[in-house]
């Protein structure tokens, strides 16, 4: 297992093999980002609700999606928190991998892009939709990976802008460290990037760019309140250990909770920006985090509505088209609605 994640220049912590026998069960979650998005997630881990439930839980970080789900498949971690197109794709592949938590229910995918580009473009702030559909054919823009949130969110605009991505746009594969992205766009070796906050936020800040398309505060319209991100597992890995699987979804629960709750969110934030974004701006931050509260899921329950939501979304730029009728065996509410019965 080693091995595969160094291959990958994933930070792997050396635990001692003896464990004691009250220690905590324990999960890892193979994620490609540190977004903002997240939030729920690293709420549950700062506040101690995971340790509350009775687990341990640790992040590995990886390129991509794909290899995120890679390690999932390959048995180097039990779960993946990522683009759930990813988690469709490869269930579409044969895969027997489940949705059964969701961690955001905006798609968190930004698309910025330089204040030279913008200019160039005449493009202002009082630029419409329509205005900045009609400038992205030939753009060059920085993305994670191809098939990750950040590449399908460029072919979901451009086709909305009737843009051919692989003709009409150039798209560079950057991987998901934020610092390497920035450096892309500074450099002017891409016009712009597909990321979501608070990378996005901070290229605006630093490099005075242009927000084409702020998605993850519902600017798309049509994506508004779509279920991007979520846990997901190998439906056998669930199967046998349904019990960490509700005690992880407890976690994320209580995280959501905790950020919706006026006076614990205070704290909640101050030991999140402290623990993962303190070089950030503090601008920065809060302009991300602000965005972020107001798109929170209210709870970790899942719908079919949401699965058929996502099929049709990757459907429209996916070569496997997926049947809708995948969307009942893609997802199990059973954990969550166990994880909530506990809770309430």
Known sequence: MLHRLMAWGVAVALVSPWTPAWAQERVRIASSTDSISYIPLYAAQMMGHFKEAGLQVDVVRVDSGP???????????????????????????????????????????????????????????????????????????????????????VRYMAAAA??????????????????????ALSQGRVDGLSISAPTSTMAIHTFNGYMLFNVGVGEVKALDGYFQSGFAAQRDWLTKNRVAAVKLTKGVQMGIDTLRDTV????????????????????????????QIAA?????????????????????????????????????NDIAAQALKELR
């Open 67 to 153: 290899k995120a789900m890679s390690a999932v498949i390959g048995g180097d971690v039990e779960i993946l928190l990522g683009a759930n197109t990813t988690t469709l794709a490869a269930r579409n592949a044969g895969v027997d991998v489940v949705l059964f938590a969701p961690v955001t229910t905006q798609y968190s995918s930004n698309i910025l892009v330089s204040r030279k580009w913008a200019d160039a473009h005449k493009l202002t702030a009082k630029s419409t939709f329509a205005d900045k559909l009609a400038a992205m054919k030939g753009l060059t823009l920085g993305i994670t990976g191809p098939g990750s949130g950040t590449d399908q969110i």
């Open 296 to 332: 929170l899921p209210k709870s970790v329950e899942l719908t079919r509505k949401m699965i058929e939501d996502i099929i049709n979304f990757g459907n429209q730029f996916a070569k496997g088209k997926m049947d809708l009728a995948m969307a009942e065996s893609a997802y199990t």
């Open 264 to 291: 614990r969110t205070v704290k909640a934030r101050e030991l999140i920006q402290k623990q993962y974004y303190s070089k950030l701006d503090p601008a920065v931050f809060d302009q991300a985090w602000n965005d």
């Open 162 to 183: 009737g843009v051919n991505p692989d003709r009409d746009m150039t798209l560079v594969s950057l991987g998901g460290d934020g610092n390497t992205m920035m450096a």
